[in-house]
């Protein structure tokens, strides 16, 4: 069963940084996408940022793409999302996610939820 484990929030002040991890296991395939999604109550999930498990190309969204960075150690098949200069609107449950592809968000050119069938539980950020 693919599983992921999101780790790593917290509450800060505005203009701190964060720095969230997903371990990911029992993945079945070579070649996969992974993403870090947000959501607060009442609201859509969000896409955040989306890379490929290979080549690692990224995608962002435009509200954290100049303060936020999606990297991944592979070997340890762990994604990581690095946010710097967080805002009170960061305040969010973060998500991990992954699947095979990315088809929706390189068309898109933000991640898209679509693309994503397996979901960690999540973390949450406050920011104040």
């Known amino acids: 069963d693919v599983q992921l484990v999101e780790s790593g929030g917290d509450s800060v002040q505005a203009g701190e940084s964060l720095r969230l991890s997903c371990a990911a296991s029992g993945f079945p395939y070579g070649r996969y996408c992974m993403g870090w999604f947000r959501q607060t109550p009442g609201n859509e999930r969000e896409g955040v940022a989306a890379m490929h498990r290979v080549g690692g190309r990224t995608y962002y969204a435009d509200s954290v793409k100049d303060r936020f960075v999606i990297s991944q150690d592979s070997g340890k098949n762990t994604l990581f999302l690095e946010m710097y200069r967080l805002k009170p609107e960061d305040t969010a449950m973060y998500y991990c996610?992954?699947?095979?592809?990315?088809?929706?968000?390189?068309?898109?050119?933000?991640?898209?939820?679509?693309?994503?069938?397996?979901w960690g539980q999540g973390t949450q950020v406050t920011v104040s």
């Open positions: 996610a992954a699947d095979e592809g990315c088809g929706a968000t390189i068309g898109a050119g933000t991640p898209q939820s679509r693309d994503f069938r397996y």
